[in-house]
């Protein structure tokens, strides 16, 4: 069998440019990487021929004896081969590794290495009583977070002499091996990319670099919270790494249930059981509100599920002045256990009443949805 033109085999130009081979190259690879085309013999060789063939064009040098000779020029080269035993490179590294996505080789590693890095949110969830999201409230809180060891400024090494190069990358941070025909760049697993590691452990963190400390921390949380409002602590996070800025701290709030009154929006309800002569003549009631003491005027001709509106006693509005307001429910109860005289009432009652017992038009569920309105 003979050997396919190596510029055939990349369905490139003579006189292409070092990007159009990358292009070319990476494309084949990709579509005839072994890890795609797991079992399939002919993808595997048509993997093999384009890195072969890359491996040639792509140095200057051996291009150039292969554009003069041909096969023989680089038989050196071509017979080295693709070693079964290496193994296939990842299709990771020739994405990020080999070509870099524009900045192949470049000083990557050394980025890396001391990129500055925020630190990260921290969630802090805190319950508060129903009364103390209406009024709002100042609390201490106590804050489990990592804090730079002050002894070894995070390191993690005793601060004069803990320190030593990296013997596994000599100091670089990330090391280069052959893979067949491809360089691969790594991080250092060794050092982590630090170039650097601890051979005395700082006495004060034991190496860590960071020490766990409670912080005490007042949180001011407004009146008219609710549930699941976040209250953001800036820069009371984690700490950052490489003098990057702390994270934020998040104290997310959970409300108690209250026993009498619901919230919906920045409206309260609460639900008053009337009986059939305070709807039918109107009646005054005292009802304990968040603003204390409050006499509801409930109108003569009150029916059950209708409701009274106190206006501005509900929640205040977190975000700006004034607040919603606080609407009664009237449940008229008919009694169930009438005494001699009551039942006599009630007969007269029924004498003079007139008995209004077509079906209504609104059906029982329309009705249902209005009381909770
Ligand atoms: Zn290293
Ligand atoms: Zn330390």
């Known amino acids: 069998m003979t050997k396919r033109d190596y510029y055939e085999v990349l369905a490139v130009s003579r006189d292409c440019d070092e990007s159009a081979l990358k292009t070319s190259y990476r494309r084949l690879a990709l579509e005839f990487h072994p890890d795609r085309n797991p079992g399939n013999h002919e993808a595997e060789e048509r993997f093999k021929e384009a890195a072969e063939a890359y491996s040639v064009l792509s140095d200057a040098q051996k291009r150039a004896a292969y554009d003069r000779y041909g096969h023989q020029g680089v038989s050196s080269a071509a017979s080295n081969g693709f ?32 990129r500055a890095q925020r630190g990260d949110d921290v969630r802090y969830d805190l319950e508060i009583a129903f009364e103390d999201s209406m009024r709002g409230l100042s609390i201490d809180i106590q804050v489990p977070r990592l804090e730079e060891c002050g002894r070894c400024k995070g390191k993690g090494a005793e601060p004069e002499d803990g320190l030593t190069t990296c013997p596994i990358c000599r100091g670089k941070g990330e090391v280069i091996y052959q893979q067949a025909f491809l360089s691969v760049r790594r991080t250092c697993n060794q050092c982590g990319g630090r170039g650097q590691i601890i051979r005395r452990p700082c006495k004060e963190c034991k190496g860590e670099g960071y020490q766990r400390r409670e912080r005490k921390l007042k949180v001011n949380i407004p009146a008219g919270v609710d549930e699941g409002t976040q209250l953001r602590l800036s820069q009371e996070g984690q700490p950052g790494a490489n003098g990057g800025p702390p994270g934020d701290l998040y104290v997310v709030l959970k409300v108690k249930a209250h026993p009498v009154f619901e919230r919906n929006e920045d409206n309260l309800h609460c639900t008053v059981p ?33 409701r009274v509106r106190l206006k501005g006693l509900g929640v205040p509005h977190v975000n700006g002045s004034g607040r919603g307001d606080l609407f009664i429910h009237l449940d008229v109860r008919i009694p169930t256990k009438l005494s001699r005289d009551q039942r006599k009432l009630f007969e007269q009652l029924r004498e003079l009443l007139p008995a209004e017992n077509e079906p209504t038009e609104k059906g029982i569920f329309d009705k249902v949805k209005d009381y909770f309105m």
Request: aromatic share 8%; net charge negative.
């Open 83 to 114: 070693d079964p035993t290496a193994g296939f490179p990842d299709l990771a590294d020739i994405l990020s590794d080999v070509f870099g996505f524009g900045d192949a080789f470049g000083s990557r590693g050394q980025q890396r290495r001391t």
């Open 274 to 306: 009337i009986n059939a002569a305070q709807a039918a003549l109107g009646a005054s009631v005292d009802i304990l509100t968040f603003d204390g003491l409050q006499t509801v005027t409930i109108p003569e001709g009150s029916q059950a599920g209708s």
